[in-house]
């Protein structure tokens, strides 16, 4: 399967990407509306850059193959989608306890304070590239199977 | 023939999905003594508080056992297992014939022997039908004690809570929550706690259940001589092995059914695994029962790879783990959180009484080997690389962890590339 | 504003930032090196300094939500022919500093261009155009000594050339990227002209600063330079490259040195240029080991012996007064290729004084060093490659047609990459990772992407030279070197006609 994979040689450290997926789930689709609208009632990126020194690297999801968070999930919510390989999130299932976020040993699953659940990468469900991938101005995300 | 599975929890879920990984055809029996297809256990106390409802108890979407071509025998109880026959025989004297097997029976709750325990209005809480009799209760009744401070005596109190009674907890240890946890943890989740009306008698025990006449409760007495009144008692000290049905059936059993790195027991074909198994720990020396959630599951993965593939698969090893939330008040704990002073461990702890949140790291030979996370838990997965895959720690590095800034790229650059980006093969 | 001298406050720019777009994302204070913008803690959102921004346009560039725009300041002086905003600015600075004015890239001043003074031809009805889409089109260029004559011999196989050719450049387009050294540009760009370079079949080179152990691999293509620090200079860096350049003069600053500051010089650069880190390397103005042309003899010879005469030697100097006599000696001095850079080409820093004042227009220069060769019937016996101000294909062609054999681009190639001509480059803080050895920065240039953008560039350039000799009717880029009848001049008067050797439109 496809998954995204970061570079962090060259990792710019713009957060370009958090803003792309933060628009990219957003209901408006709009960047202006989605960070100042759409934030204040619980819109998240599941980006994260990463910033140390001089480096820099944009990390999310990396659906595993047996995934740490699937095990840890009580209710459900997360899953291996066995045809597609994604480990999927249901928002609908998810209770919020915060175990997925604990036993990820990438810390790529994060918590919406807002609604009290979890938020994670779902590749962009209904974009063919992930719109990090796409807004990335330096190829230091590329979309690909290895 | 069928692989067979004994058991119809998380970690049943799990070898389903280790098995189907690799073989898709075999058929899978699943025997369960419960009566509904598998729920998220925990979600139990989300149940009671009412913050959920039936629809989104189920771990798995309905279509789950059809799809991986499973039939379930639920209401079903095994009477006895034939290693050399290679048989179950179900109470009602059903045998089925098994190519592996797995036992995946989980545990029962622990009974202590108080006096006046035996008799109605005395409860559990760990499966769903508990949780159903506790709704029920809570309509009838305005006072519950709940007998252990542990994860599920808390999680039971807080549901009650949530359902108007007027509910106590009362723990033989110093502190609430103090063996996954640590105490200062345990205190702020009792204040937490004693904030929202519920009542914490610690250090203490229920030396007797006080019953009317006619045998309702009406309290407890404890050691301390207080009296509590209530008109329920749930008990809730812990889950001891289901070990039983293996014992009979002489396989090898410690605290759990001991198996190996494969989670197979000392029967050939036959496996366990989840909160039955005694299995090797990824940080302690020895065996442990870990009963906990993640655990169970991929322990049944591992199992399930196992059962259907040549090729052994081993689990990493044990890894206790508990996340939980009490009024939004989050909380995480994994891997070594309360060291012996003679482990040569090094402890961080930071508590920050006004914004109610403490961290505590524990490290061993330059390697973090638990933490313990109160109200800032954003980060807990990042500790956790750090612990699973026993990363060693640059000066540097560890003042960073400490200072509370994990981050992935504290990793060695190596593991860095190798486990989080691992390149083409 | 306040804390600063009153000088610095004539900004040449202006921020625009359209509050009602910005999304406080901090995209933009991330971007800028010069910290112009900022998290402006007091108001808790993204704010800015006008006085800080260089024009570089990096922050509009990657504003996500394109509220920014990068305007000229328009607080204007009082109108006066004569003492221009910037002759005032710059004298503000000095009165500021004492110091000597510095600027990077080459001449912003306003003096002829004489590209745009000069049109090609083009067939009609008689000698018809070529369609380069269906016709064989040949842009392959050697670089190197020709023979005077050649002789054959009859073989049963056919004829068999006799003559011993000296060793030979070869390109697939008569394009090279400019001598801009490791230090003054950063590795991952050297890299990625490296790997177009070799991509396309053509050359870049390495300027002064050596070459890095990890380009070594890419030697078939690279032009290795020998300039008056002998930076990074030994017998396999010699060895490594497919012709050995000596830097005498450079066109953006004829007649001095170089100079890179000491903070553009890493752990790498070090290394590379056989110097400490962080101390300043300076080029001197003149190798001190050349005084005349028989100097300059000696250390060709020197050259050709230790690559034992495998590949061609180049001398590099800039467009000025004498070019012709001065290109003359070289040749006899037994260079294989002779390059003039012109007064606008680029530099990383260079004193804006010599840079606005100093050298000659590349294409003048270029004529005549082209008339003087033949003149003296020794054109063949080198190449002549300019460089300094090509900004487009047909900048390219015209060069060719006046006389040139290939063209270097420098500035055309920075700018295929990102640069916006801000003229920051002796910062070391160049925003779009450039010109700057910062590891934050310099990670800005991916050399795959810009390998891309470069092979992109040469390829579109060969392109568009290719349809406009096929609109010549010529189908080799060898039938219009120094073919100046395909030229015609515009708006030149019989001076500039009679240097560059070209009539008037209408003629």
Redesign the interface.
């Known amino acids: 399967m496809r998954r995204v994979?970061?570079?962090?040689d060259v990792c710019i450290g713009c957060h370009i990407c958090e803003v792309a997926c933060l628009t990219a789930h957003s209901a408006s689709q709009d960047v202006v509306i989605a960070a100042k609208e759409e934030v204040a009632s619980g819109l998240q990126p599941c980006k994260a850059v990463?910033?140390?020194g001089q480096?820099s690297?944009a990390?999310s999801c990396?659906h595993c193959d047996?995934p740490?968070c699937?095990?840890?999930?009580?209710?459900?919510a997360l899953?291996?989608d066995?045809e597609t390989g994604r480990t999927c999130y249901n928002e609908?299932?998810c209770?919020?306890?915060?175990?997925c976020?604990?036993?990820?040993?990438?810390?790529?699953?994060?918590?919406n304070v807002t609604k009290?659940k979890i938020i994670k990468c779902d590749l962009c469900e209904g974009r063919d590239i992930p719109a990090c991938v796409e807004a990335c101005p330096n190829n230091a995300l590329v979309y690909e199977s290895? | 023939m069928s692989y067979v599975i004994i058991g119809n929890g998380v970690a049943s879920v799990?070898a389903i999905?280790g098995i189907?990984k690799v073989d898709t055809k075999t058929p899978i029996l699943v025997v369960s003594e419960e009566d509904t297809p598998t729920y998220?256990?925990?979600?139990i106390s989300?149940f009671l508080a009412g913050?959920?409802g039936l629809d989104?108890v189920?771990?798995?979407?309905d279509e789950f056992y059809e799809k991986n071509n499973v039939e379930v025998k639920l209401n079903t109880r095994v009477a006895a297992i034939d290693k050399a026959a290679k048989t179950i025989t179900t109470e009602a004297d059903e045998v089925i014939e098994y190519k592996e097997l797995l036992l995946a029976t989980g545990g029962v709750p622990f009974m202590p022997p108080i006096k006046g325990i035996d008799g109605s209005g005395v409860y559990n809480f760990t499966t769903l039908a508990h949780a159903h009799e506790l709704l029920d209760l809570s309509k009838r009744i305005h006072r519950v004690v709940v007998v252990g401070g542990g994860l599920i005596g808390l999680k039971a109190a807080e549901a009650l809570r949530y359902n108007g009674l007027s509910t106590a907890i009362v723990e033989l240890g110093s502190r609430v929550l103090s063996a996954a946890f640590d105490d200062v943890a345990g205190n702020l989740v009792a204040q937490r706690l004693e904030e929202k009306g519920i009542t914490i008698c610690c250090g203490t025990t229920v030396e007797e259940i006080l019953r009317t006449e006619q045998g309702e409760v009406i309290g407890v007495r404890l050691a301390n001589g207080q009296k509590l009144a209530c008109e329920a008692v749930v008990v809730a000290i812990g889950v001891v092995p289901s070990l039983n049905l293996a014992k009979d059936a002489g396989i090898a059993v410690n605290r759990g059914i001991k198996v190996d790195d494969n989670m197979c027991t000392s029967a050939e074909g036959v496996y366990a695994a989840g909160d039955v198994a005694e299995a090797p720990d990824m940080i302690a020396e020895e065996a442990r029962v870990t009963p906990i959630?993640?655990?169970a599951?991929?322990q049944g993965?591992h199992a399930g790879l196992n059962m259907a593939s040549e090729e052994a698969s081993p689990h990493p090893g044990g890894l206790p783990?508990n996340?939980?939330?009490f009024y939004?008040l989050?909380t995480?704990s994994?891997g070594h959180v309360n060291p012996n002073e003679d482990e040569d461990c090094e402890v961080f702890t930071e508590l920050d009484e006004e914004n109610g949140t403490y961290r505590k790291l524990i490290f061993r030979n330059e390697k973090l080997i638990g933490y313990v996370l109160v109200g800032e838990?954003?980060?807990?997965?990042?500790y956790?690389?750090f612990?699973?895959?026993g990363l060693d720690l640059t000066p540097d590095v560890k003042e960073e962890l400490i200072a509370g800034q994990?981050?992935?790229?504290?990793w060695p650059e190596e593991e860095?590339d190798t486990k989080?980006?691992?390149?083409?093969? | 504003m306040l804390f600063k001298p009153i000088s610095q406050n004539f900004s040449d720019f202006v921020i625009d930032r359209e509050n009602d777009r910005c999304i406080n994302c901090e995209v933009c204070v991330r971007q800028c090196s010069y910290e112009a913008h900022y998290w402006d803690d007091a108001r808790q959102c993204v704010s800015h300094d006008h006085t800080k921004c260089v024009g570089c346009h990096r922050c509009e560039a990657f504003c996500p939500t394109g509220c920014l725009t990068i305007k000229k300041n328009p607080a204007d002086f009082r109108d006066n022919a004569l003492w221009t905003p910037t002759y005032m600015k710059h004298v503000y600075k000095q009165g500021d500093t004492g110091g000597i004015l510095l600027s990077g890239m080459g001449s912003p001043a306003n003096k002829p261009i004489y590209w745009d003074n000069l049109q090609l031809d083009a067939s009609q009805v008689t000698n018809p155009s070529i369609d380069p889409l269906r016709e064989p089109m040949e842009l392959t260029t050697y670089l190197g000594s020709k023979p005077d004559q050649v002789s054959f011999e009859e073989t049963p196989e056919g004829p068999k050339l006799t003559t011993k050719i000296g060793p030979q450049l070869k390109l697939n387009y008569p394009l090279m990227f400019s001598a801009m050294s490791f230090g003054s540009i950063n590795l991952n760009l050297h890299k990625a002209m490296a790997m177009a370079a070799t991509e396309l079949g053509i050359a870049y080179n390495t300027g002064e600063g050596g070459l890095h152990p990890d380009l070594y691999k890419y030697g078939n293509n690279t032009i290795v330079q020998v300039a008056s620090g002998r930076f990074g200079v030994h017998k396999d860096y010699l060895n490594a490259g497919s012709a050995v350049e000596i830097k005498i003069g450079q066109g953006a600053k004829p007649g001095i040195g170089g100079h890179l500051p000491g903070e553009k010089i890493d752990e790498e650069v070090s290394k590379t240029r056989m110097c400490p880190v962080g101390s300043d390397a300076i080029s001197p103005a003149p190798h001190h080991d050349i005084y005349s042309i028989e100097d300059l003899l000696q250390l060709i010879y020197a050259i050709k012996e230790s690559t034992e005469y495998k590949v061609p030697v180049s001398v590099k100097i800039a467009a000025v007064h004498n070019a012709p006599a001065i290109a003359s000696g070289i040749v006899r001095a037994g260079a294989d290729i002779v390059v003039i850079d012109g007064f606008r080409g680029g530099t990383g820093a260079a004193p804006t004084m010599i840079r606005d004042n100093v050298g000659i227009p590349m294409e003048l220069a270029l004529a005549s060093v082209d008339n003087r060769l033949r003149d003296e019937g020794i054109r063949n016996h080198a190449s002549l490659v300019v460089a300094g101000g090509v900004r487009c294909s047909a900048d390219a062609i015209k060069a060719i047609a006046l006389g040139a054999d290939a063209v270097y681009i420098g500035t055309a190639a920075l700018v295929s990459v990102g640069c916006t001509l801000c003229g920051r480059c002796y910062t070391g803080k160049c925003p779009w990772g450039i010109a700057t050895n910062e590891a934050r920065l310099k990670k800005r240039q991916n050399p795959e992407v810009a390998a891309k953008r470069l092979a992109n560039l040469v390829r579109a350039w060969g392109h568009e030279i290719q349809e406009m000799l096929g609109g010549m009717g010529l189908n080799s880029i060898e039938s219009l070197r120094g073919n100046r009848d395909k030229l015609r001049g515009l708006g030149l008067n019989e001076t500039e006609l009679d240097i560059l050797g070209v009539k008037h439109a209408g003629r």
């Open positions: 994979y970061p570079n962090k990463y910033d140390k480096i690297v990390l990396r047996n740490s699937v095990s840890a999930c009580i209710s459900g899953y291996k066995q609908e299932q209770v919020g306890c915060w175990s976020l604990m036993a990820c040993p990438y810390g790529a699953v994060r918590r009290g290895r | 799990g999905e189907r998220g256990r925990p979600l989300y913050k959920i989104r189920s771990l798995r979407p959630w993640p655990n599951f991929s993965y783990m996340a939980i939330s939004g989050p995480a994994l838990v954003d980060f807990a997965g990042l956790t690389g612990i699973r895959f994990p981050s992935a790229l504290l860095f989080w980006t691992p390149a083409a093969e």
